[in-house]
């Protein structure tokens, strides 16, 4: 596990700070992310065919 975040709310982004250890050991390699949930909200995830609006976005800022 990188990052968590909770509780989820409807057409909300979220930033999750992800362990620093963990991705700076992954740095010169490929990488796969998953999402995963263990609640009951009946999180949504759109793909990226999905319209403007409900497309996920991926954003990654590296910072000292």
Not at 11 to 33: G, H, R
């Amino acid at each position: 596990v990188l990052g968590t975040v909770s509780p989820t709310a409807t057409n909300t982004a979220y930033s999750v700070e992800l362990d620093t250890a963990a991705v700076s050991a992954a740095l010169s390699e490929s990488v796969d992310l998953a999402i995963t949930s263990a609640g009951t909200d009946n999180a949504w995830f759109h793909t990226k065919e999905a319209s403007s609006t409900r497309r996920p976005v991926l954003t990654l800022v590296f910072g000292p």
